[in-house]
């Protein structure tokens, strides 16, 4: 009876040990995502206010290059023309370009957090 008692003591702080290790891994897991939340919120607020300022400020050069431009040749209307124009390339290029370039950046960036992860669970 002795033996069954120790081997049910045993099983119980098995399980015990068990699940302290699954509520362990578990607070581990909020505090990890919680943290890559966090970062990537703020990564996300940095890139819109970069981005407002950003626009704003070639908002406002365009601005005055089409007025300049405009003065330069004599009409307003062409200023804003050849300025909307000289854009025109710019518009093309990242139209093609920035898709596939981010799409590549973010599979590379989930591929890499995958393999740091499975590094991290083999030691």
Same mark, same amino acid.
């Given at each position: 009876?002795?033996?069954? !008692? $120790?081997? #049910? ?5 098995? *399980?015990?040990? !068990?699940? $302290?290790? %699954?509520? @362990? ?5 909020t505090? %990890?995502? !919680?943290e #890559?939340? &966090?970062?990537? +919120? /703020?990564?996300? /607020?940095?890139?819109? +206010?970069a =981005?407002?300022f950003?626009?704003? *400020?070639?908002?406002f ?5 089409a007025?300049?431009?405009?003065? #330069?040749?004599?009409?307003r209307?062409?200023?804003? /023309? %050849? !300025? ?5 390339p /710019?518009?093309i =290029? &990242?139209?093609?370009?920035? #898709?596939?370039i981010?799409? +590549?950046?973010?599979?590379? &960036?989930?591929?890499?957090q995958?393999?740091? =992860?499975? @590094?991290?669970?083999r030691?």
């Open positions: 009876m002795s033996s069954e !008692t $120790n081997e #049910k003591s045993h099983i119980e702080r098995l *399980m015990e040990l !068990t699940m $302290n290790h %699954v509520e @362990t891994r578990l607070e581990y897991f505090l %990890v995502s !919680t #890559k939340m &966090s970062d990537f +919120a /703020a990564s996300m /607020a940095r890139l819109l +206010a =981005a407002l950003g626009g704003m *400020m070639f908002f050069f365009s601005m005055g290059f007025y300049w431009l405009g003065d #330069k040749i004599g009409s209307g062409g200023g804003f /023309a %050849v !300025t909307g124009l000289i854009f025109l /710019a518009l =290029a &990242s139209w093609s370009l920035v #898709k596939p981010v799409r +590549a950046k973010i599979i590379e &960036s989930v591929l890499e995958q393999d740091n =992860a499975d @590094t991290q669970e030691h």
